[in-house]
């Protein structure tokens, strides 16, 4: 299930279209996983870190499924698969670096 990477605090990347019809790339926190009563299957419901980009405040409906702190347009619910996790990039340069290593490593064997 792609729901399951995604937990609440996690930043991330969301590429959707914007008002006009354009894809652009957000960034944001997750700040709910789950379902929902107007729609079907489960939904990531994002807080934007653009506060004017989003569409409502965390409500839907009459319902709150989550705050948003940045204002009343920085939230938007999306499917999983325009989601995806951003790498902090001090856990990049661990990888990376872990990966040289091993390499340097295995190459002087």
């Known amino acids: 299930n792609p729901m399951n990477q995604f937990k609440i605090g996690d930043r ?3 590429n959707r279209k914007n008002n006009a019809g354009k894809h652009k790339n957000y960034t944001g926190v997750v700040q709910f ?4 009563k107007f729609a079907k299957g489960e939904v990531i419901g994002v807080e934007l870190d653009d506060a ?4 409502h405040d965390g409500s839907k409906n009459g319902t709150r499924y ?3 702190a940045r204002g009343p347009h ?13 790498v902090p990039m ?5 990888q990376v670096r872990g990966l040289l290593f091993t390499c340097m490593v295995d190459c002087a064997n």
Request: proline share 0%; net charge negative.
């Open 12 to 14: 991330v990347n969301v």
């Open 33 to 36: 996983v789950g379902t929902t």
């Open 52 to 55: 004017d980009a989003g569409s």
């Open 66 to 68: 989550f705050e948003c």
């Open 74 to 86: 920085a939230g938007i619910f999306v499917r999983a698969d325009v989601v995806s996790l951003r």
């Open 90 to 94: 001090e856990d990049l340069y661990s």
